[in-house]
């Protein structure tokens, strides 16, 4: 019985500490590259796609566009925490996107690891993560999600600014993006992603960096068509938060040819947008 239990206790002791040991090399590295970074920068760009069109080569001063494709707030927070709370970093400024499909159920489905949208995030982003903050993806649990291990040996994808080329998008292309975002009879349930808006207010007050809320253009028909619900969730956010900086480029017209699909910037739409940002901070905030 003794020689059994000690072939078992191996057995389940021997990858657990192969685990860890992998797990503490790979945060070894990604804390230096995260300390690196935030010893580089001025402005950080987090969010979502939409952030992730923004061209850092219009700023003038040193500017990162860390945003992830389908990134949910507690994945931006765990960013910014780890930047923010290193030594002698260099941010001043960090903008945020915000707009209204950041509220609809297909993110409430990101921060739920046993979706298959959740196993999305998990797999691009369990090594930005904390997995001992109050998210949905906590240790020990998340060690028996389906999707855990391909994730644990995997680069986590730090992802960046993206540029297309496409331009005009039709209504079916349109429709689809509006296919995404709809609710389609699930609950609208934006707390989760409300929880961390407030983490992110809170962490970056904290650190006496200013916080900027961001809502891009967006093509006319996918505006006409996006559900009121998250207009109303995102418009009574702003309202709550008077001390929040919030640029709302949305209304801004702008031809179809300057839109690669409904709700994203192609390359020139996205240098025209860039460089209006950037004026924006350096006249108002960058400068004494």
Known sequence: MKSFLIKLASFVLVPLLTLLVVYGLKQLSIN?????????????????SQIQ???????????LNFAGSGEPYFVSYAKLKRLLDGEDHAIQTVILGVSPHNFSPAYQRLTQPQTSEGQRTLKAYLHLMDLWES????????????????????????????????????EAIISKNLKMFSAEGEPIDSSHQMRYLEA??????????????????????????????????????????PQLEHMDLRSVDL??????DGNHLNRKGAALISQRISTYIGDVLIQP
């Open 32 to 48: 230096q590259t995260f300390k690196d970074l935030s010893q580089t920068y001025t402005v950080v760009l987090v969010g979502d």
């Open 53 to 63: 069109r923004v061209n850092p080569e219009y700023f003038g001063v040193p500017t």
């Open 135 to 170: 998210s949905n993806f906590q240790l020990p649990g998340i060690l028996f999600n389906p999707s855990f291990h391909k994730a644990f040996f995997k680069t986590p994808e730090w992802e960046g600014l993206i540029e297309s080329s496409h331009e005009n998008p039709d």
């Open 200 to 241: 992110i207010i809170a962490l970056c007050n904290d650190h006496n960096v200013k916080l900027i809320a961001l809502s891009t253009p967006v093509h006319s028909r996918f505006a006409e068509q996006i559900p009121r619900e998250y207009e109303e969730l995102l418009s009574t956010f702003i309202q709550n938060h």
């Open 255 to 260: 031809d179809p040819s300057f839109y690669s």
